[in-house]
């Protein structure tokens, strides 16, 4: 696909005709860019009237999927003959007029961030067309290559954006997460199954003029034994019966969550010292043990740190309705068949429920790795990539002796904030709350030593020092207030509430 396509002289087209997100958003309109992230073009439409200029007309095609007559494209792209010989337009002949449409969807998109941050870029992100648009449920071949969604924003939100040398995009898709990686990374390799997302993602790198090396294979086949400071992946991790049926984007054809299970276990020995590993994933739920220790048990032979946050847990019958939506069975006569096919599969596996969530490993390179499973539904901060690294540098801090850790000067995060809640009219609150207004979004209920303690951490005083001042003011014992502090310290210290002093405010 697409090897007769001129990626760089499309890149220019786009480019002159002010086809790039912050133009198109300017002139459509939040209302209007809003609704066409719900897949729905009216707001758009009303946006442009009768606009025929050459923005207007390619957004027409790219993203309201209209047919245009063959000059009014000419104008916007060039002569089209190229582009329809390529694969990027198709012809149609309405009324015997020959008109013309996009083969392909072509998306604006762009990412910002912090100054000195890397994360920043504006191109183009090339899939199929989205078989849902305007209300349509269009059953996408078993081939779709998904563009833009929930799930690709979430893991590049989630991704810590430090400068690495390599990087795998594992299950690349449209190489939507390739674009965000090659902000910071020296090497990025992309790998999926689908040889339709290899040309989609390799279109996308060329028209963000980007050197991308883009692989044909399943999970780690195409890197071998090589190894990588970061890999992120969205993997085709639904859970489907094996009736032959699947979209490949979603399903990769193993049972049970076993194609989460393999990317984690591979991903751990795939991973260079102080290498990151993060997927955006779910796990089945089951009578016979907990999540957490089912998790633990594909965890721990990598030798990792881990980090694994549950967002969300469905019921089985949640999670088939899903994605039998998805995959645009709503309303068509097999939908009771493939709904009941599914139940007595999760019967047939156990599966009672499906977790959703995050999951983080680290090659700290520790003799006991730290382990960390929870449930996590709680709104965050975006982006949340960031709390990715605040965890990996407080497990660090943590890992210290108590006589190094009451020795060492610690500073309060600025953005925690202090929360009193009490009765009315009473002279002291019933609660204290340290709350974070950042990262993971974390609260924690203190009493008055402890509390005392993180108010007057702020770089000067030793934490020895601090204990003692604080038993001496509530006329208890230094040493026993010491021993009583010292595990909640650290757990705090874990938290990010609490960094070394000189150390980064994440």
Same mark, same amino acid.
């Given at each position: 696909?697409?090897?007769?396509?001129?990626?760089?002289?499309?890149?220019?087209?786009?480019?002159?005709?002010?086809?790039?997100?912050?133009?198109?958003?300017?002139?459509?309109?939040?209302?209007?860019?809003?609704?066409?992230?719900?897949?729905?073009?009216?707001?758009?439409?009303? $946006?442009?009237?009768?606009?025929?200029?050459?923005?207007?007309?390619? #957004?027409?095609?790219?993203?309201?999927? @209209?047919?245009?007559?063959?000059?009014?494209?000419?104008?916007?792209?060039?002569?089209?003959?190229?582009?329809? @010989?390529?694969?990027?337009?198709?012809?149609?002949?309405?009324?015997?007029?020959?008109?013309?449409?996009?083969?392909?969807?072509?998306?604006?998109?762009?990412?910002?961030?912090?100054?000195?941050?890397? &994360?920043?870029?504006?191109? +183009?992100?090339?899939? =199929?067309? /989205?078989?849902?648009? !305007?209300?349509?449920?269009?059953?996408?071949?078993?081939?779709?290559?998904?563009?833009?969604?929930?799930?690709?924003?979430?893991?590049?939100?989630?991704?810590?954006?430090?400068?690495?040398?390599?990087?795998? =995009?594992?299950?690349?898709?449209?190489?939507?997460?390739?674009?965000?990686?090659?902000?910071?990374?020296?090497?990025?390799?992309?790998?999926?199954?689908?040889?339709? *997302?290899?040309?989609? $993602?390799? /279109?996308?790198?060329?028209?963000?003029?980007?050197?991308?090396?883009?692989?044909?294979?399943?999970?780690?086949?195409?890197?071998?034994?090589?190894?990588?400071?970061?890999?992120?992946?969205?993997?085709?991790?639904?859970?489907?019966?094996?009736?032959?049926?699947?979209?490949?984007?979603?399903?990769?054809?193993?049972?049970?969550?076993?194609?989460?299970?393999?990317?984690?276990?591979?991903?751990?020995?795939?991973?260079?010292?102080?290498?990151?590993?993060?997927?955006?994933?779910?796990?089945?739920?089951? @009578? =016979?043990?907990?999540?957490?220790?089912?998790?633990?048990?594909?965890?721990?032979?990598?030798?990792?740190?881990?980090?694994?946050?549950?967002?969300?847990?469905? !019921?089985?019958?949640?999670? #088939?309705?899903? +994605?039998?939506?998805?995959?645009?069975?709503?309303? !068509? %006569?097999?939908?009771?068949?493939?709904?009941?096919? +599914?139940?007595?599969?999760?019967?047939?596996?156990?599966?009672?429920?499906?977790?959703?969530?995050?999951?983080?490993?680290?090659?700290?390179?520790?003799?006991?790795?730290?382990?960390?499973?929870?449930?996590?539904?709680?709104?965050?901060?975006?982006?949340?990539?960031?709390?990715?690294?605040?965890?990996?540098?407080?497990? $660090?801090?943590?890992? #210290?002796?108590?006589?190094?850790?009451?020795? *060492?000067? +610690?500073?309060?995060?600025?953005?925690?904030?202090?929360?009193?809640?009490?009765? %009315?009219?009473?002279?002291?609150?019933?609660?204290?709350?340290?709350?974070?207004?950042?990262?993971?979004?974390?609260?924690?209920?203190?009493?008055?030593?402890?509390?005392?303690?993180?108010? *007057?951490?702020?770089?000067?005083?030793?934490? $020895?020092?601090?204990?003692?001042?604080?038993?001496?003011?509530?006329?208890?014992?230094?040493?026993?207030?010491?021993?009583?502090? /010292? %595990?909640?310290?650290?757990?705090?210290?874990?938290?990010?509430? /609490?960094?070394?002093?000189? &150390?980064?405010?994440?």
């Amino acid at each position: 696909m697409f090897e007769n396509l001129d990626a760089r002289l499309l890149a220019r087209r786009l480019r002159d005709a002010g086809y790039s997100f912050e133009s198109v958003a300017d002139r459509l309109g939040d209302a209007a860019i809003d609704a066409l992230a719900r897949n729905t073009t009216p707001a758009t439409r009303d $946006a442009l009237g009768a606009d025929t200029d050459a923005q207007a007309d390619l #957004i027409r095609l790219f993203m309201l999927h @209209d047919a245009l007559p063959a000059d009014r494209v000419a104008r916007a792209l060039g002569q089209p003959a190229p582009w329809v @010989d390529a694969g990027l337009l198709a012809a149609v002949a309405p009324g015997g007029a020959t008109d013309l449409v996009a083969a392909v969807e072509i998306r604006p998109y762009a990412a910002t961030s912090d100054p000195g941050t890397p &994360g920043a870029f504006d191109g +183009w992100v090339a899939h =199929d067309l /989205l078989p849902t648009l !305007d209300g349509r449920l269009d059953r996408p071949r078993p081939d779709y290559v998904l563009g833009l969604s929930p799930a690709s924003s979430t893991l590049a939100q989630m991704t810590i954006r430090r400068p690495v040398g390599s990087a795998l =995009d594992l299950g690349t898709g449209c190489g939507v997460q390739s674009l965000h990686l090659a902000t910071h990374a020296d090497r990025v390799v992309a790998t999926d199954l689908n040889p339709r *997302a290899v040309s989609f $993602a390799r /279109l996308t790198g060329a028209l963000n003029e980007l050197i991308l090396d883009v692989r044909e294979g399943s999970l780690y086949e195409p890197v071998s034994d090589e190894t990588f400071d970061l890999i992120v992946t969205n993997p085709p991790y639904v859970m489907s019966p094996p009736t032959g049926e699947r979209l490949v984007y979603r399903e990769g054809g193993f049972t049970g969550d076993r194609l989460v299970e393999q990317v984690v276990r591979g991903g751990g020995a795939r991973l260079n010292p102080g290498g990151t590993l993060q997927v955006l994933g779910n796990w089945a739920m089951t @009578d =016979d043990a907990s999540w957490q220790d089912r998790l633990a048990g594909w965890i721990r032979p990598t030798g990792a740190d881990a980090l694994v946050l549950q967002r969300e847990r469905l !019921d089985v019958y949640e999670y #088939i309705e899903v +994605w039998l939506h998805d995959a645009g069975l709503v309303g !068509d %006569p097999s939908y009771a068949t493939r709904y009941r096919e +599914w139940l007595d599969y999760f019967a047939a596996q156990g599966i009672t429920g499906v977790g959703m969530g995050w999951i983080m490993l680290h090659n700290a390179g520790r003799d006991q790795p730290d382990l960390t499973f929870e449930e996590w539904p709680h709104a965050v901060v975006q982006p949340v990539g960031v709390a990715f690294a605040a965890h990996q540098a407080g497990v $660090a801090d943590a890992d #210290i002796g108590d006589d190094d850790l009451l020795e *060492a000067t +610690w500073v309060l995060h600025p953005g925690v904030d202090l929360e009193t809640l009490g009765r %009315p009219g009473e002279a002291d609150p019933e609660h204290v709350v340290y709350r974070q207004r950042y990262g993971f979004g974390r609260a924690v209920e203190v009493d008055t030593a402890l509390g005392a303690v993180l108010g *007057a951490s702020d770089g000067e005083l030793d934490t $020895a020092t601090l204990i003692t001042a604080v038993a001496d003011i509530l006329d208890a014992d230094a040493e026993a207030l010491a021993d009583e502090l /010292l %595990p909640r310290l650290r757990e705090l210290i874990r938290q990010g509430y /609490l960094s070394r002093e000189g &150390g980064p405010a994440t």
